[in-house]
């Protein structure tokens, strides 16, 4: 994490970067959700519950976040809710029970 605030070289006094990232209102309320979510997964969900339901809840969550209200303003093409939340879904089972399957068969690794 030091790496990433600590100036480098002859561009110390620049960090125009980081001002364009997070200098952003909008893209300050993706991060801050990002980190939540991830946060909410790793000291709520994942220890506490089966991993497959924890998995499926973090990742729908995630996306309908993403995809409904911190969407992009400058997004075209608007989709309906209940299409979002069908794909979460889909995503969520999909990975949740992909993930699990490939970690106990392929690297013999037990989940919660």
């Known amino acids: 994490m030091f790496l990433v605030f600590r ?12 001002s364009d990232v997070f200098g952003n209102s909008a893209n300050r309320k993706r991060a801050l959700a990002a980190f939540v979510l991830t946060l909410g997964y790793g000291a709520v969900l994942f220890g506490n519950m089966p991993y497959v339901p924890a998995t499926f809840l973090f990742i729908f969550a995630f996306v309908a976040v993403f995809e409904t209200w911190l969407k992009p303003e400058d997004a075209t093409k608007k989709t309906p809710i209940w299409r979002v939340l069908t794909i ?25």
């Open 7 to 18: 100036p480098a070289g002859k561009a110390a006094e620049d960090f125009g970067f980081w």
């Open 88 to 112: 979460a879904a889909v995503l969520g089972l999909i990975v949740s029970f992909g993930t699990h399957i490939i970690f106990q068969k392929l690297f013999l690794v037990q989940l919660p």
